[in-house]
């Protein structure tokens, strides 16, 4: 199906009329002892008419409720996103600032490091001459 073709979304079920107003779906219906109409039922045209537009009441009806629910499920899961966001920050933020403090104390440690070599009496590896 390419991208400018429409999709039929309708919620509507046809139905095929006979000459003599028997309303089938369309399939034969073939019974286990060989008898083709045993199991199917038989209605008027008006009958088929009325059936038909109740079933298709309710399955606009079940559609409905469907789409309501997906809409439903759909706010739910973005609060529960934004919920899941917040506690995340909150529970990194601590680390992220003990990260921070421990590598700005590592480049404290290295500048007393540094400090220390270039005082002489401090660094026993350098000869003393004064």
Not at 14 to 41: K, S
Request: charged share 30%; aromatic share 8%; net charge negative.
């Amino acid at each position: 199906m390419s991208a400018n073709e429409e999709v039929d979304h309708s919620t509507t079920v046809d139905m095929e009329f006979l000459d003599d107003g028997v309303v089938t779906n369309g399939d034969q219906n073939e019974d286990l002892a060989g008898d083709p109409a045993a199991d199917v039922p038989s209605f008027t045209a008006e009958e088929s008419k009325e059936l038909q537009k109740h079933l298709n009441d309710q399955l606009e009806a079940c559609m409905s409720n469907y789409r309501s629910k997906v809409k439903q499920f759909f706010k739910e899961f973005v609060v529960f996103h934004e919920v899941a966001t917040q506690v995340v920050e909150q529970w990194k933020a601590p680390y992220e600032n003990q990260l921070a403090e421990q590598t700005r104390l590592d480049a404290v440690g290295r500048d007393v490091e540094q400090t220390m070599k270039n005082i002489p009496w401090m660094n026993p590896n350098q000869d003393m001459k004064w």
